[in-house]
C-alpha cells in the first residue's frame, strides 16, 4: 500500500511539472523540423549531384558525406559550437549541426529515388524537346520526391531521438527537461519521468509516421507509369 502511494505521489510530480515537460517537447518539436528542414535543402541537391554531377563534384560530395555520416554527431556539434564557434545560439548551432548530419542521410535517400526512376522516361523527355535539366526538373524530380516520402519516417525518428545530444551545449529539450527534474533532486520519481518523456517521443513518432504513410500513399506513382 505505501509503495502504491508513493507512486502515485510521484505521478503526481510528473502532472505538477507537466508544463515544464511540454515547454521541452516544443523546443524538440521546433530543433527537429529545423534540422530536418535544412537536411532537405542541403540534401536534395547532393543527392542530385551525386546521380547526375561531374565526376569531381559527385566525388567531393560523396566524400563531405562520408565525413558527416561517419562522425559521431557529438563531436559535430561541439566542433561547431566551441572550435569553430559558428553561431552564439545553441539552437542555432545545434540545428545547423542535426541539419548538416541529416542532409547526408537524405542525399542517400534522394540518390536512390532519383536512380529509381527509369532511364527511359529521362530519355522520352528529350526526345520531345527538353533540355536535360527540363527533363530532370520536370519528369525525374516528381517522381523522385514521391518516392523518398517512405525513407522521411526513419530519417524523421533518428533526428528526434537525436535532438536529446544538443545537451552538451546546454540546450533544455524533452529529455533534458526530465533528466533536470530529477536530478535536481525534488523527487525520486526517475522512472516515472522518463516513462512520461518516453510517451511524448512515442506519439511524435507516430503520429509522424503515420502522416507520412497517407501522404506517401496519396502522391504514390501510380502502378503502370513507370
Same mark, same amino acid.
Given at each position: 500500500?505505501?509503495?502504491? #502511494?508513493?507512486?502515485?505521489?510521484?505521478?503526481? %510530480?510528473?502532472?505538477?511539472?507537466?508544463?515544464?515537460?511540454?515547454?521541452?517537447?516544443?523546443?524538440?518539436?521546433?530543433?527537429?523540423?529545423?534540422?530536418?528542414?535544412?537536411? +532537405?535543402? @542541403?540534401? $536534395?541537391?547532393?543527392?542530385?549531384?551525386?546521380?547526375?554531377? !561531374?565526376?569531381?563534384?559527385?566525388? #567531393?560530395?560523396?566524400?563531405?558525406? &562520408?565525413?558527416?555520416?561517419?562522425?559521431?554527431?557529438? @563531436?559535430?556539434?561541439?566542433?561547431?559550437?566551441?572550435?569553430?564557434?559558428?553561431?552564439?545560439?545553441? +539552437?542555432?548551432?545545434?540545428?545547423?549541426?542535426?541539419?548538416?548530419?541529416?542532409?547526408?542521410?537524405?542525399?542517400?535517400? %534522394?540518390?536512390?529515388?532519383?536512380? !529509381? &526512376?527509369?532511364?527511359?522516361?529521362?530519355?522520352?523527355?528529350?526526345?520531345?524537346?527538353?533540355?536535360? %535539366? /527540363?527533363?530532370?526538373?520536370? &519528369?525525374?524530380?516528381?517522381?523522385?520526391?514521391?518516392?523518398?516520402?517512405?525513407? +522521411?519516417?526513419? /530519417? %524523421?525518428?533518428?533526428?528526434?531521438?537525436?535532438?536529446?545530444?544538443?545537451?552538451?551545449?546546454?540546450?533544455?529539450?524533452?529529455?533534458?527537461?526530465?533528466?533536470?527534474?530529477?536530478?535536481?533532486?525534488?523527487?525520486?520519481?526517475?522512472?516515472?519521468? +522518463?516513462?512520461?518523456? !518516453?510517451? &511524448?517521443? $512515442?506519439?511524435?513518432? $507516430?503520429? *509522424?509516421?503515420?502522416?507520412?504513410?497517407?501522404?506517401?500513399?496519396?502522391?504514390?506513382?501510380?502502378?503502370?507509369? *513507370?
Amino acid at each position: 500500500m505505501a509503495a502504491l #502511494l508513493l507512486q502515485a505521489a510521484d505521478w503526481q %510530480f510528473v502532472v505538477d511539472n507537466m508544463g515544464l515537460l511540454l515547454g521541452g517537447t516544443v523546443v524538440t518539436i521546433a530543433l527537429t523540423v529545423a534540422s530536418i528542414l535544412l537536411g +532537405f535543402v @542541403v540534401g $536534395f541537391p547532393a543527392g542530385a549531384i551525386e546521380v547526375y554531377g !561531374s565526376d569531381r563534384s559527385r566525388r #567531393l560530395v560523396e566524400q563531405v558525406g &562520408v565525413v558527416l555520416r561517419g562522425t559521431p554527431l557529438l @563531436v559535430i556539434i561541439m566542433i561547431l559550437y566551441f572550435g569553430l564557434s559558428i553561431s552564439s545560439s545553441a +539552437f542555432v548551432t545545434a540545428t545547423i549541426a542535426l541539419g548538416l548530419r541529416s542532409a547526408a542521410y537524405q542525399s542517400q535517400i %534522394f540518390r536512390g529515388a532519383l536512380q !529509381s &526512376v527509369d532511364d527511359g522516361q529521362l530519355e522520352a523527355a528529350r526526345a520531345v524537346a527538353m533540355s536535360r %535539366f /527540363e527533363a530532370i526538373r520536370h &519528369v525525374v524530380v516528381p517522381q523522385a520526391l514521391r518516392r523518398s516520402v517512405p525513407g +522521411f519516417q526513419n /530519417e %524523421f525518428t533518428i533526428v528526434l531521438k537525436d535532438t536529446s545530444i544538443a545537451i552538451v551545449i546546454g540546450i533544455g529539450e524533452l529529455l533534458t527537461t526530465g533528466q533536470n527534474l530529477y536530478e535536481g533532486g525534488q523527487s525520486t520519481a526517475a522512472l516515472e519521468i +522518463f516513462l512520461a518523456v !518516453s510517451l &511524448v517521443y $512515442f506519439v511524435l513518432t $507516430f503520429a *509522424t509516421n503515420r502522416s507520412l504513410d497517407r501522404l506517401s500513399d496519396y502522391y504514390a506513382v501510380p502502378e503502370g507509369t *513507370t
